[in-house]
């Protein structure tokens, strides 16, 4: 599956984005997808991912009650509701897929899609 990450900006505290992550390959639908976040000089960082079935997902703290993950499987895409940004959720912000359960490491995906720029002003 191959996997494209948009949806990026520059936005100020407070202000709120959507990312999308657009898949091609028809074994989606069956995938866990989701998004890592890497800032300067900084690992890749897990922030949220959601279960094949859309039924179930799992965040980082630092982004739970702000940060929404879904997908819509008939479109392929998932997304990342992102609400009251802070300048710390500055970062590229990468999609991923991969088959089984919930895991944060980075290591444990495969399919990486291009990422996409977030920038948060204080």
């Known amino acids: 599956v191959q996997l494209q990450a948009s949806g990026g900006g520059m936005v100020q505290a407070g202000d709120s984005l959507r990312l999308s992550c657009a898949a091609s390959g028809q074994t989606f639908s069956s995938l866990l997808v989701a998004w890592f976040r890497q800032a300067p000089g900084q690992e890749r960082e897990f922030v949220a991912a959601i279960l094949a079935s859309g039924l179930t997902t799992s965040y980082a703290g630092s982004v739970k009650g702000r940060f929404t993950i879904s997908r819509d499987n008939a479109k392929n895409t998932v997304y990342l509701r992102m609400k009251n940004l802070k300048p710390e959720d500055t970062a590229i912000y990468y999609c991923?897929?991969?088959?089984?359960?919930?895991?944060?490491?980075?290591?444990?995906?495969?399919?990486w899609g291009q990422g996409t720029q977030v920038t948060v002003s204080s």
């Open positions: 991923t897929a991969r088959q089984g359960g919930f895991t944060e490491r980075p290591v444990n995906y495969k399919n």
